[in-house]
């Protein structure tokens, strides 16, 4: 089953798109860093925490597929946390499960707005989806009656040693899987206030 903490995450809301979830823009950000994550941090002290490292490398993603440190940008493996920003649009209606395979070591969070689930330890998923206990997943559903545009944080910490780290995403409740790839919201995407939306997210546990 998957533990879960249920939220409300304040979106901002989008006129159109045809397909019922699309990735935007998929940003990935390295930093050096000893932090441990101890399970009580807010969004923004996690955000201090990550910023106040050195900048190791900030780059957009075309796949998020085995992306990381050494992978991406030829950076260090040992002590460093890494940022993924996944900006997505859902029709009305809609809903979506984001399956993150990572390499955090030192723990993680997932972030929507000014809201975060801290999840401590390590995780490792060893480039296997059935790994389902070390598996990070957010959910999501477009309970508005119109389209909203979102965007969700993963954020973790990684003592040693750097593995890659891929991201997947369902619109059918996990029956088929895409690999996370860009596809940039068209120009004409108007965007016209706030929305809301029904999320939730943790860590994937064998029943």
């Not at 533990?3 to 798109?17: E, G, K, Y």
């Not at 957009?60 to 920003?85: K, V, W, Y």
């Amino acid at each position: 089953m998957i533990r879960s903490i249920a939220l409300i995450a304040a979106l901002v809301a989008a006129s159109a798109a045809n397909a019922s979830v699309v990735v935007n823009t998929i940003d990935m950000e390295v930093r050096n860093s000893n932090y441990t994550v101890t399970g009580s941090e807010s969004a923004t002290g996690l955000l201090n925490e990550f910023n106040s490292g050195s900048l190791v490398c900030s780059q957009s993603l075309t796949t998020l597929s085995n992306a990381g440190s050494r992978q991406s940008c030829s950076g260090p493996i040992r002590n460093i946390a890494t940022r993924f920003d996944i900006k997505f649009t859902m029709d009305a209606g809609a809903d979506v499960i984001f399956e993150m395979g990572p390499d955090y070591g030192r723990g993680a969070a997932v972030l929507v707005g000014d809201s975060a689930t801290t999840l401590t330890g390590d995780y490792w998923w060893g480039y296997n989806w059935g790994r389902t206990s070390e598996i990070i997943t957010f959910t999501a559903e477009n309970t508005t009656g119109s389209d909203l545009q979102g965007l969700v944080t993963f954020l973790g910490f990684e003592g040693c040693c750097g593995g890659g780290m891929s991201l997947r995403y369902s619109t059918d409740g996990g029956s088929t899987w895409n690999i996370a790839t860009a596809v940039p919201a068209p120009a004409t995407l108007v965007l016209f206030g706030l929305g809301l939306m029904g999320a939730a997210f943790g860590r994937r546990k064998l029943a």
